[in-house]
Nanobody, 125 residues
Framework: EVQLVESGGGLVQAGGSLTLSCAASGFRFDVYAIGWFRQAPGKEREGVSCISDTDDTTYYSDSVKGRFTISRDDATNTVYLQMNSLKPEDTAVYYC??????????????????WGQGLQVTVSS
């Protein structure tokens, strides 16, 4: 059974930090690019970051560049999203997702085959 399980969310004050984890099982993790998406209340889901499978190239949306860092550990089938200098506008449900045929179009949801259930991140002002 394919599973992506996010953890590490919660409530944090503005300026604080959180690290999200995405633990994968049931598929060959090391040949999938992994992305993070988020959906704020009343807004569409948007791409936040992605890490490729081949050479660990990382990608970030403009809104999080310089504050968030994505990394992966293929030995433990886990991807991390370190989030620093958090802002109230980072409040959203965060999802990780797996893309088997990465072509650089990391922000497009349709590229991803598997999704986690999502977890809440709330940044208070």
């Amino acid at each position: 059974e394919v599973q992506l399980v996010e953890s590490g969310g919660g409530l944090v004050q503005a300026g604080g930090s959180l690290t999200l984890s995405c633990a994968a099982s049931g598929f060959r993790f090391d040949v999938y690019a992994i992305g993070w998406f988020r959906q704020a209340p009343g807004k569409e889901r948007e791409g936040v970051s992605c890490i490729s499978d081949t050479d660990d190239t990382t990608y970030y949306s403009d809104s999080v560049k310089g504050r968030f860092t994505i990394s992966r550990d293929d030995a433990t089938n886990t991807v991390y999203l370190q989030m620093n200098s958090l802002k109230p506008e980072d409040t959203a449900v965060y999802y990780c997702a797996a893309d088997p045929y990465f072509d650089g179009i990391w922000w497009d949801e349709s590229e991803y085959d598997y999704w986690g259930q999502g977890l809440q991140v709330t940044v208070s002002s």
